[in-house]
């Protein structure tokens, strides 16, 4: 079984993953700074690495089941377990290497993402506490004439009269 075309797409697909690692990286210290024209870029950077990490799937998926062509498989969907059981040895250990490089990076993309993700709710949460204190809080009144009809206030940022 000849699968150099399966190792070229694992290698494409863990670079690509690198840069979005890096990327996620760059990301946490926008969120810190709190720049959101760069965090903008960063955005539509990673978007185009994930269009091209779908295309490396779809290959992967194809390369998988040109290495397991004329074998049977587990489950409904061939993996890159099932292939090692019928490449060479040396082969095999080139795809375990691969394979755990790919998830080192992924856990660690996992992880960074979270990260991300957990100071952007801090921030947000930030945000909405700053707004609830400079807006003021319309108070029931509990005293004054029961039979005029008061209109509702408009609860807003600042008070004005024209």
Same mark, same amino acid.
């Given at each position: 079984?000849?699968?150099?075309?399966?190792?070229?797409?694992?290698?494409?697909?863990?670079?690509?993953?690198? +840069?979005?690692?890096?990327?996620?990286?760059?990301?946490?210290?926008?969120?810190?700074?709190?720049?959101?024209?760069?965090?903008?870029?960063?955005?539509?950077? +990673?978007?185009?690495?994930?269009? %091209?990490?779908?295309?490396?799937? $779809?290959? =992967?998926?194809?390369?998988?089941?040109?290495?397991?062509?004329?074998?049977?498989?587990?489950?409904?969907?061939?993996?890159? &377990?099932?292939?090692?059981?019928?490449? %060479?040895?040396?082969?095999?250990?080139?795809?375990?290497?691969?394979? &755990?490089?790919?998830?080192?990076?992924?856990?660690?993309? $996992?992880? =960074?993402?979270?990260?991300?993700?957990?100071?952007?709710?801090? &921030?947000?949460?930030?945000?909405?506490?700053?707004?609830?204190?400079?807006?003021?809080?319309?108070?029931?009144?509990?005293?004054?004439?029961?039979? $005029?009809?008061?209109?509702? $206030?408009?609860?807003?940022?600042?008070? &004005?009269?024209?």
């Amino acid at each position: 079984m000849n699968t150099s075309f399966l190792l070229t797409t694992l290698q494409q697909q863990l670079e690509e993953y690198t +840069e979005l690692y890096k990327l996620s990286v760059a990301k946490t210290e926008l969120i810190k700074k709190n720049d959101i024209l760069n965090l903008n870029e960063i955005i539509n950077k +990673e978007a185009k690495y994930l269009l %091209s990490l779908d295309v490396l799937e $779809k290959k =992967r998926v194809e390369a998988v089941y040109a290495v397991l062509s004329g074998h049977e498989w587990s489950g409904d969907l061939p993996t890159l &377990s099932d292939c090692l059981n019928v490449v %060479s040895n040396e082969e095999a250990t080139k795809l375990l290497n691969m394979q &755990s490089e790919l998830k080192v990076i992924i856990e660690e993309l $996992k992880e =960074r993402n979270y990260l991300n993700q957990e100071l952007i709710y801090q &921030s947000m949460q930030f945000v909405s506490l700053s707004l609830s204190m400079l807006k003021p809080k319309q108070t029931a009144p509990n005293y004054g004439p029961t039979s $005029k009809q008061q209109s509702p $206030k408009i609860d807003t940022l600042f008070d &004005s009269q024209i």
